[in-house]
């Protein structure tokens, strides 16, 4: 899915959501448990509720790779189920894998080959070549950690070079070097949204993949006003805020209306962004 395409998905359906399925087998509801698959059971039910207000889901595969062979069966039937009934969807696998090139390679060929997802985020430590195998895949995504939304960012991502230049920025900047617009996002915590106006003065086409609304505080306000482009340019992930907004019968029906939510006041943020007027 290139650039275009995900903007006209975008303009299509108001939203620039991407709904994270961090399905932890401990807070689904209970009542799941007695069906064949509970992961699985409780992702296509959020998925079938969420569909239309959304633009993208993110699995994180550490929920999935925490019940071993059973938990890789419930992501591979997810991602099946989404291509199957929901193609027009943007899939990441929230990974945050990058290794050795010979390493990155098979993750790449795992994921983008075997799993089928259009992007998974890598972590830029190690390099240009931990990082490459996976932007030899035409058509896919690497979505690059930038700028985390976690407390521990201020360790390192902020540490600054005798010119002030950030280690987030020159990871970014660096980077540049690396894929283009179309192969290569980048990850921009939504609890350090001030820092995204200098970010985009560096990535200004970029499309950045936002985490940190809703159960983390990150404001959605705050994340439109500084990194929006003439395309939206933003993917905003929330996961428990939707996902667990109730754990009785009425989960898909109140993880709905939570997505509807968020859907609804992002219509009026692209409607009201100098940027975006012309969306609609």
Known sequence: MNNQQLFENIRKKGSFLCVGLDTDIKKIPQFLLDTTDPMFAFNKEIIDATAKYTIAYKPNLAFYESEGLEGWRSLEKTVHYLRENYPDIFLIADAKRGDIGNTSSMYARAFFEKLKFDA??????????????????????????????NKGAFDFQFIADNSGEKLFEKVIRTSLNWGNEENMMY??????????????????????????????????????????????????????????????????????????????????????????????
């Open 120 to 149: 998974i985020t890598v972590a830029p430590y190690m390099g240009e070549d931990s990082v490459k195998p996976f932007l030899a895949y035409e058509g896919k995504r690497v979505v690059l950690l930038a700028l985390t939304s």
């Open 187 to 280: 990850v921009v915590g939504a609890t350090k949204a001030e820092e995204l106006a200098d970010i985009r003065k560096i990535i200004p086409n970029h499309f950045l993949l936002v985490p940190g609304v809703g159960a983390q505080g990150g404001s959605l306000q705050e994340v439109a006003k500084y990194g929006l482009n003439k395309q939206c340019g933003l993917l905003v992930n929330s996961s428990r805020a939707i996902i667990y907004a109730s754990n009785g019968p009425d989960f898909a029906q109140k993880a709905a209306e939570s997505a509807k939510e968020t859907r609804d006041e992002m219509i009026e943020l692209l409607r009201n962004n100098s940027h975006t007027t012309s969306f609609f």
